[in-house]
């Protein structure tokens, strides 16, 4: 049913929270007061520039569509972000996407971070190398200890998604990245520092972060929702999505690895608008895809749930019998009300204070 986000990245290469303080020690820092920093647009008809102080920023002229493939890329030597704890800068793009960070070590694994980005609005993002998902997909190369080793980060790259979920549009997956427009985008870049200040933990949510790391499908429209605006009563991600004959939708999150190893269950707080049958599907690193089913009522009553890992079942075009825990690299929640019970309905959902136990 649904495919891993780094192997879709690496076939080709919100209420709004308070702003991240700057990091105490900098290895890293660019402005683009006085040139580009060494930022290179690639792509075929890809263009940097650069807005002039007092508010100077990296402009990205970039093309989407299903032959086309962009990113804004910085190289780095080995070493020069050794000690690095904190990734932070902020983002702006003129049509609402996924912006894709993706971390490449010299000689090692491919790592990647999502962040949802609203349309003309600059969007806070940070996070420390431990939150970036390994690749783990068939053909991606080997990491020697499965996690981002800050001194061997030899490239850090930018690249919108939506250059990768139009190419599903006339497959299997197009029921689940509709109505992404082809043509020319802009994206703007300021304040890109790497420093050692230690961030807390994200949680498995990752909505300890600014940025929104989840991502719609179906057609679902995805915000960071403050607690005093949720529900849930607790920062949480909402999504706006309708669902009818044959239409599903819902969200998804990357896992970093071992992320839910030696756990025996989920635990989530969630809400709907409207009463609904979620599928939630484990995807590992193999193939493997596991399912279980929670009935949620609607009229935006929070529910306390805790999904035993031992209920979730192969799907059928699993390719593993057995779910590891260890394995797993995705989390898929999805509205199937329209398949189980031929429901057409607009639908909001709210989810908040996602663990592993």
Known sequence: MMFGLTSVLLLGLVGQPAAPQPPTTALVRHDFSTSDDGWLGLG????????????????????????????????????????????????????DTVLAVLIQEKGGGRFSATATLPKNVWQEIEFSPSELALARDKGDPADANGKLDADQIESVSLIDLHEFFIR?????????????????????????????????????DGLARPQLSWIGVGGADLKRTAAAKSPLTATSVEAAY???????????????????????????????LKSATFLVQLE????????????????????????????????NDSKRDKLDASRVKQLLILDISGLTESVEQNNTLWLANLEAK
């Open 168 to 204: 599903t549009a006339d497959g299997p997956a197009k029921a689940l990245f509709p109505g992404i427009v082809a043509g020319p985008r802009e994206l703007w870049l300021k304040e890109f520092s790497v420093g050692t200040a230690a961030l807390p933990a994200p949680g498995l």
């Open 242 to 272: 309708q669902v009818g004959s044959g239409k599903v939708a819902g969200i998804f999150h990357a896992l970093v690895s071992g992320a839910l190893a030696e756990k025996t269950s989920l635990t989530l707080s969630v809400a709907v």
């Open 44 to 95: 075929d008809i890809a263009k940097v520039s650069r807005t002039a102080p007092p508010a100077p920023t990296l402009h990205f002229e970039y093309m989407v569509g299903k032959d086309s493939l962009s990113a804004l890329v910085h190289t780095f030597e080995p070493g020069v972000l050794k000690g690095a704890q904190r990734l932070h800068f902020s983002a702006k793009t003129d049509t």
């Open 284 to 315: 590992d690193d193999q193939g493997g895809k596991f399912n279980t089913t929670i009935e949620v009522p609607g009229v935006r009553s929070a529910r306390k749930l805790t999904l035993p890992l031992a209920d979730f079942k192969p799907d």
